[in-house]
DNA sequence: CTGTTAGCGCATTCAG
DNA sequence: CTGAATGCGCTAACAG
């Protein structure tokens, strides 16, 4: 179905159809017949060629590395409030943490095209810079510094300080704060938030011992396997610091594991048997995100909290400001956070 | 940038750059000096355009109701794992649980275009249907059944019930089973998985008693205020199964808080209080969906494993059995399920 | 108000 | 092997 073919059937100019879609002049007369055959045939234009002419898709991309994440949801959530808003549509690429992945998508939205892109939390590379500094559409990053684009950052620093105090509180006498964090190459949550968490422990007279450090993916699983091998190496475990929410559920996980296979006689239905583990369980967990789904089910453990929701709006604003109005002046927002205990 | 201007710079014409990219006739001269000026100048052909001829993206658009979710992630997993075996990018788009924006994502899809659509569990309403008929992109459905297009779904009536039966040995004499059910215009969740639990409980010899059902979104908050509703309103509810892990986890916070509500003198840290709590809480909750994050730090409810993944896998291999091989036979694919207790 | 015309950037005939 | 010409479906100028 082309709008030449409706215009034949209409018995109009194929100009007429297209002011017709658009709101431009059409008589009356014309305006019922065209919605006629229009109706009848369910025509429906192409967006593709549409965006040929006119270059505006009225579309932004999103890349996003995972998709399984409350933290991210909640900045796609903003970004998605904003731009259906101002009657823009969003379309997400999930990246699954693979930097080859995310090139591929960016060049992908670059080409497709979308009007601007929103790149959010990840590590950025030499091929990331690149594709910045000559992306042909605008593009906005999220939860990362850069001075190649447009970026919303949080204070990744200032909430790792704020927990290594926090931790010092915790830890028992005698006892040690480990910390399992995330590769360097993420500068937000790798460096920023674990460099902060040291010189918090530090301002309030501790600090990470040798030996009580672990990295993790993003994920629960590989904070499973971090947690455990802390526990069954370093003994006086007293607080286990996650870089992530998500990497802290994984060290509750191991932790109940841990007490389990410690204490093999205790059996019964998980119930009970996680009564005995958390009665005799002394090690506590902290992180960072404060998701909710955790603070649901186990009562909640210190984090933070950072405004993923309101980046995620002010970095769709950001964006629009610069396809609509061409706003030239580059733009770094850094966010504050709040400690949750 | 176009292929025009391209053509220029190597001295060629711009049907010579065309075949260079796509691997046709050029000479090795030729081919050499346009890498040259590629390289130099960074073109990247437009998508969009190359589409408008070829009618072809190497793309396929995925709709979901919303981005936050273990079994959706789960599904697109699956997705993406075949589709990038094979030359194909995917694009997400989520809909928040809107009916209308489901519409309006699948229109964008249809005529941006991709290839092919996936559309993802959610409610099938009479524009879906319309929408399924007349799309002229194929699409497939995944996690709901229906006939207006090829779909996998799961056998949710059968997991309904072998969780009904769970429930029935769960509970307490003198105690209720309730259930916390979603709407019943989503006819997979919402029906089959309600009916099944009532189904089940019966030939186990139990019943939903009266007052003992609640509805609730898809979410742990509206979860939440559905369990903490029956728990004020009904006594001696014994085990609250609810129709999806994330509600469940909405339920175990509002047993938690329940409790808490109840025992306002202890106090402490929320472990202690958790300790409490759990030793003189004796409220089964039970799901579906088997959740990893949930059963990390809870060590695991009753629940159904579903092959989430699966399904997503075998969407996509169907998908791209119509878009490349034009597969016509219409196809409805039923996928077990496996208790978790 | 309307139809005709000329491209948007590319891939594909079809002669050379 | 190569380039000139055509058109994918649509919108923007332009002349009626």
Redesign the pocket.
Same mark, same amino acid.
């Given at each position: 179905?082309?709008? +030449?073919?409706? *215009?034949q059937m209409a018995? &109009? #100019?194929? *100009? *007429? &159809? #297209?002011?017709?879609?658009?709101g431009?002049? &059409? #008589?009356?007369? +014309? +305006?019922e017949q065209i919605k006629k055959v229009i109706d009848a045939t369910g025509? @429906?234009? #192409? *967006? @593709?060629?549409?965006m040929?002419?006119? +270059?505006?898709a009225c579309l932004v991309g999103v890349v996003v590395p995972k998709i399984n994440s409350e933290s991210i949801s909640r900045v796609t959530a903003g970004i998605e409030q904003v731009l259906s808003s101002r009657g823009y549509q969003m379309l997400l690429a999930s990246t699954d943490n693979d930097p080859h992945k995310e090139i591929s998508y960016l060049k992908l939205f670059e080409?497709y095209p979308v009007d601007g892109i929103i790149l959010t939390g990840t590590v950025i590379t030499g091929e990331h810079r690149k594709f910045l500094k000559e992306s042909k559409v605008p593009v906005v990053v999220v939860g990362q510094y850069t001075k190649y684009a447009n970026c919303i950052y949080h204070d990744d620093y200032g909430a790792g300080k704020a927990m290594g105090k926090v931790a010092a509180a915790l830890v028992k006498e005698d006892g040690h704060v480990a910390y399992i964090g995330v590769t360097r190459d993420d500068k937000a949550v790798g460096v920023a938030r674990e460099d902060g968490f040291r010189a918090g422990l530090k301002s309030a007279g501790a600090e990470l011992a040798e030996g009580y450090v672990r990295k993790s993916e993003f994920t629960m699983d590989s904070g499973y396997r971090a947690a455990l091998d802390l526990l069954e190496k370093e003994r006086d475990v007293s607080v286990i610091s996650c870089a992530t929410d998500t990497i802290a559920a994984g060290a509750i996980e191991a932790i109940l594991a841990y007490r389990k296979a410690q204490i093999p006689s205790v059996s019964g239905n998980s119930g009970t048997r996680m009564q005995y583990i958390l009665e005799n369980s002394d090690i506590r967990v902290t992180g960072f995100g404060d998701n909710q789904f955790l603070k649901a089910v186990t009562g909640g453990i210190p984090t933070v909290h950072f405004g993923y929701k309101t980046s995620g709006i002010r970095g769709a604003e950001l964006l629009l400001d610069v396809i609509e109005r061409g706003e030239q002046i580059p733009i770094e927002m850094k966010l504050g956070f709040q400690l949750v205990e």
């Open positions: 179905m082309t709008i +030449k073919e409706i *215009a018995g &109009v #100019s194929s *100009a *007429a &159809v #297209s002011r017709y879609l658009n431009g002049y &059409v #008589s009356d007369e +014309k +305006k025509y @429906q234009p #192409s *967006a @593709q060629a549409r040929l002419r006119t +270059k505006r080409s």
